[in-house]
């Protein structure tokens, strides 16, 4: 039986070397090398923490599949999306490989975007990174985020971006999708620049590096920030979800 963990933030980290059910990463998957690496980052951090390298099952385009990874897991395990909307792969898809599993009970968290506090924080870490490298500071931002068409699918890139416009205090930032939302980057880049900002960044509310980011890339905005796998925070929230799936019991 599949258990929804509630979204919750606070509470305990896990204790490295503790006999615990394995923890589950489910990741949307890219053919781009260095997807599987800036995950590959973020696996090695919980493994130093939690005493285990996570288990990785992709959704799409990637092996091991998320069905093999829970295959590879036994009788329990945590599994923590890592994905940063509630789109198809987060409502659909997901839940529908880990309901298919067989003989396994397993606890599905919630996803990264109810942790838009602690993404916001990310995001203003890349953000200055890049204004670092581009040589002073934007005068807009552009949150970039993936884009979906299902109900619900892109609040967390704009609660994201309402944290990061707190963060820049006065700083304009408007929320942009790569594919199936509106505006697209293009046109809110063309926006600001028509209301007369030069120094536009964008915010790049992705995990990993793909064929998003490499249209991200060719924008010609003054800066754009790496994304967001393998930062620390993110690390942070993924120890948080796993720590209160492993207080919800598990169930036959």
């Given at each position: 039986?599949?258990?929804?963990?509630?979204?919750?933030?606070?509470?305990?980290?896990?204790?490295?070397?503790?006999?615990?059910?394995?923890l589950?990463l489910?990741?949307?998957?890219s053919?781009?090398?260095?997807?599987?690496?800036?995950?590959?980052?973020?696996?090695?951090?919980?493994?130093?923490?939690?005493?285990?390298?996570?288990?990785?099952?992709?959704?799409?385009?990637?092996?091991p599949?998320?069905?093999?990874?829970?295959?590879?897991?036994?009788?329990?395990a945590?599994?923590v999306?890592?994905?940063?909307?509630?789109?198809?792969?987060?409502?659909?898809?997901?839940?529908?490989?880990?309901a298919?599993?067989?003989?396994?009970?397993?606890?599905?968290?919630?996803?990264?975007?109810?942790?838009?506090?602690?993404?916001?924080?990310?995001?203003?870490?890349?953000?200055?990174?890049?204004?670092?490298?581009?040589?002073?500071?934007?005068?807009?931002?552009?949150?970039?985020?993936?884009?979906?068409?299902?109900?619900?699918?892109?609040?967390?890139?704009?609660?994201?971006?309402?944290?990061?416009?707190?963060?820049?205090?006065?700083?304009?930032?408007?929320t942009?999708?790569?594919?199936?939302?509106?505006?697209?980057?293009?046109?809110?880049?063309a926006?600001?620049?028509?209301?007369?900002?030069?120094r536009?960044?964008?915010?790049?509310?992705?995990?990993?590096?793909?064929?998003?980011?490499?249209?991200l890339?060719?924008?010609?905005?003054?800066?754009?920030?790496?994304?967001?796998?393998?930062?620390?925070?993110?690390?942070?929230?993924?120890?948080?979800?796993?720590?209160l799936?492993?207080?919800e019991?598990?169930r036959?």
């Amino acid at each position: 039986m599949t258990i929804f963990a509630p979204a919750l933030e606070p509470g305990p980290l896990p204790t490295a070397g503790r006999p615990t059910p394995p923890l589950v990463l489910a990741v949307h998957g890219s053919a781009a090398p260095e997807a599987a690496r800036t995950v590959g980052r973020l696996r090695a951090g919980l493994a130093g923490l939690i005493g285990a390298e996570p288990l990785l099952g992709h959704l799409d385009v990637q092996s091991p599949s998320l069905a093999r990874a829970l295959a590879a897991a036994g009788e329990r395990a945590v599994v923590v999306p890592l994905l940063l909307g509630d789109g198809y792969h987060r409502s659909v898809d997901l839940p529908a490989v880990v309901a298919a599993a067989t003989g396994l009970r397993a606890v599905v968290t919630p996803g990264l975007s109810g942790a838009a506090g602690s993404l916001g924080l990310a995001l203003y870490g890349r953000l200055r990174e890049a204004e670092e490298r581009a040589g002073g500071r934007a005068d807009a931002v552009v949150l970039a985020a993936a884009g979906s068409s299902r109900p619900g699918g892109n609040q967390g890139a704009l609660a994201a971006t309402a944290r990061l416009r707190e963060l820049l205090g006065g700083v304009p930032v408007v929320t942009a999708y790569c594919s199936a939302a509106g505006p697209t980057v293009p046109a809110a880049l063309a926006t600001l620049r028509a209301q007369g900002h030069r120094r536009i960044a964008v915010a790049t509310h992705l995990l990993a590096p793909g064929r998003f980011t490499d249209a991200l890339a060719d924008t010609a905005a003054w800066a754009v920030s790496a994304p967001l796998a393998d930062h620390p925070l993110v690390a942070r929230i993924v120890l948080r979800r796993y720590a209160l799936g492993r207080l919800e019991p598990a169930r036959p």
